[in-house]
């Protein structure tokens, strides 16, 4: 049975008891969420929310109290809360009075949606599907709004009276809004408009103008967001870098998706992503398709070298140790490693700019003024964290635009000083996808990177950030595109309605079907794997010992471990 949920007014007043519930609830959930960083937005978020619920100042310092309670001593005052509202029931009205209050003067913010994903977490309710009819309200409601004013001009012109300059005013200051909302004037405009909302209760209260400025200000100029974004020129020596809808639904939250290679149909971009569920409405980034088809085939290059010649598990085995340098591989191995190298350090650079050009985007609001979730895999993690760190140069100004940020395969730093500068960026989730199969990462990155080892996060009391171990779903770097499905089913990213299965590999071959591939007998003896047991007894901290001394459980994550994105 489908449900209705479309925004609608209220059919009672909430009563003062369960608008002080909310209050206090979500100062709480602030509180756990983000332990007494972001402070003065959270104050600020909160007397907005009391105002939004008609309760007195009086209640003001109680909230704030609520707001700072040591953690320990705020989880019972959370259950009895949340008892009070499951009493009280009616969570479907409750929710959509606090999605009026989230989308405020400036649009609406990561940090309001992070604390409304944990609200929703405890009454059962999916908010994705509450933006997403949100959002479809808003946009007919605009839509119908500017063929009123297109009919009403034609008219006007038509009879060529004193009113066709009254009407060609009205969708003038329509326009002037548009354009004032784009360059960041939208505040005084758009109050006007959440006051007609509040004050009527409903989406079908607000006038024209109104619709138009609130629509303009979360979904970006007339409406187009990103997807009609194109880069106007070669940003250093970035040469393509655009989007394209993976998920054609409205929403007040957007997912980017971002790939780190493809194939020579280019599908690399947005098959992996089929059934990836950050939203309703979803995008992936195209970028620099030339060198990272050029980079697919590298890869699948070295695999199948590896595979036929024998030395896949042994590559499997020395690669994240020590043990490699003394290990002699076969030229053609050696070989398509080295023709590896050159376009993995071409994609490598251009996903710096990317990120970088992304970060502008993001911060220029072209997207509109709501949240932005990030996925990426292998070099698209990268053009992740060199967009966070770029949104991190600008400070407190670009807070509030990530929601949650997931990486798979990442050739990123797994150093907690340097995740440290990006994690306040991060409204949500921080969940990293390493595994200790993936050779391929081992042999091109020099350094510890995200892909093939958990990232020690400085903050260990932050529930947000998580590593997901993944040597069970993938048996190398190639598999990532493949098994995305059965990856994203772990983290609660994958679609319901969509059964879970893999996809053909973006590359010709996938690792596992290649270790269906024999070892040949002489490669066999000479890599003997008693031999790599003994020389690994010698070393200390070898792969070998690896899972055993790392803090993070060795078994595949399981959705009981992490209950990541809902």
């Not at 088809?293 to 024998?310: F, K, N, P, Y």
Request: proline share 2%; charged share 20%; glycine share 6%.
């Amino acid at each position: 049975m489908q449900r209705n949920l479309t925004p609608q007014p209220p059919t009672q007043p909430i009563p003062e008891h369960i608008s002080f519930t909310l209050c206090a609830t979500f100062a709480i959930l602030y509180n756990e969420l983000y332990n007494g960083s972001h402070y003065h937005f959270i104050r600020d978020d909160l007397k907005r929310l009391r105002k939004h619920l008609s309760l007195s100042e009086t209640v003001e310092t109680t909230i704030e109290t609520f707001a700072s309670m040591k953690l320990k001593h705020s989880k019972a005052s959370l259950d009895g809360f949340f008892k009070v509202l499951s009493e009280y029931g009616n969570n479907e009205s409750l929710l959509n009075t606090l999605l009026f209050w989230a989308i405020s003067e400036s649009g609406y913010d990561a940090r309001t949606r992070a604390v409304l994903e944990s609200f929703c977490k405890e009454i059962k309710l999916d908010l994705k599907r509450y933006e997403a009819d949100f959002a479809n309200e808003l946009r007919t409601k605009a839509s119908k709004v500017s063929e009123q004013l297109s009919e009403e001009e034609k008219e006007a012109k038509k009879k060529k009276k004193i009113k066709r300059i009254a009407l060609i005013s009205v969708a003038s200051i329509a326009g002037a809004g548009l354009t004032a909302l784009t360059a960041g004037l939208a505040a005084p405009l758009v109050a006007a408009g959440i006051g007609t909302v509040f004050g009527a209760g409903a989406v079908a209260g607000l006038s024209s103008v109104a619709t138009v400025a609130i629509v303009t200000t979360v979904f970006g100029a007339a409406g187009g967001g990103l997807a009609g974004y194109k880069m106007n020129k070669r940003v250093g020596g970035l040469e393509e870098f655009r989007f394209k809808k993976i998920r054609l639904q409205n929403s007040l939250h957007l997912g980017i998706a971002i790939s780190g290679w493809t194939g020579d149909d280019d599908s690399g971009f947005t098959k992996p992503w089929k059934r990836l569920d950050l939203s309703t409405e979803q995008e992936a980034l195209i970028w620099e398709s030339e060198y990272l088809r050029e980079l697919g085939t590298s890869m699948d290059r070295l695999i199948s070298s590896a595979a036929s010649s024998g030395v896949y598990q042994i590559l499997k085995l020395t690669v994240l140790s020590s043990l490699l340098a003394a290990v002699t591989l076969p030229v053609t191995v050696m070989s398509a490693a080295s023709l590896l190298d050159n376009p993995w350090s071409v994609c490598t650079r251009r996903a710096r700019q990317a990120g970088e050009e992304l970060a502008t985007l993001l911060f220029r609001r072209v997207h509109g003024n709501r949240p932005v979730s990030l996925i990426g895999c292998s070099t698209g993690s990268l053009v992740v964290w060199h967009c966070l760190k770029s949104l991190a140069e600008k400070g407190p100004d670009a807070y509030g635009i990530i929601s949650n940020v997931v990486i798979f395969g990442a050739p990123v730093t797994t150093d907690a000083t340097e995740w440290e500068k990006v994690r306040l960026l991060v409204s949500g989730k921080v969940i990293n996808g390493w595994s200790t199969n993936d050779w391929v990462l081992g042999m091109l990155c020099t350094s510890q990177v995200c892909g093939t080892h958990r990232v020690n996060w400085r903050t260990v009391s932050d529930k947000r950030c998580v590593n997901v171990r993944l040597d069970k779903t993938i048996s190398g770097h190639t598999d990532y595109h493949r098994r995305m499905p059965r990856i994203l089913n772990l983290i609660n990213a994958c679609r319901e309605d969509f059964e879970v299965v893999d996809f053909y590999a973006s590359t010709s071959s996938s690792h596992t079907e290649l270790l269906a591939n024999k070892t040949s007998s002489g490669l066999r003896r000479a890599f003997s794997m008693s031999d790599l047991h003994s020389a690994s007894n010698t070393n200390e901290r070898s792969l070998f010992s690896f899972s055993k001394t790392s803090q993070f459980c060795s078994r595949s994550a399981s959705t009981d471990q992490i209950q990541l994105l809902r």
